[in-house]
């Protein structure tokens, strides 16, 4: 059986810290942009939610989960250079 291929979930991690640590920041001096981060935020960690959920699942049906850390190992090598 093929494996599921999947971000790793360091992804959500790393993009939520970022979000959490830096750009609030510099959003908190506009409340427009402060709203937009913070729903961003929200967003991403029901996203995270959703793929542990998903991950759960796949391992009670007996699935392997490949983690996928960059689209270089996904696209072929021609997809890539098509890409840029």
Do not use: F
């Not at 750009?23 to 908190?28: E, F, G, L, Q, S």
């Amino acid at each position: 059986m093929d494996r599921i291929k999947l971000p790793s979930l360091v992804h959500y991690e790393l993009i939520l810290q970022v979000l959490e640590r830096q750009t609030i920041m510099t959003a908190d001096r506009d409340p427009i942009v402060r709203e937009r981060v913070q729903q961003l935020i929200v967003t991403l960690r029901k996203a995270l939610s959703q793929h542990k959920l998903l991950e759960d699942t796949c391992s009670h049906q007996q699935m392997e989960i490949e983690h996928v850390w960059a689209l270089n190992s996904v696209l072929g090598r021609e997809e890539v250079t098509t890409r840029d």
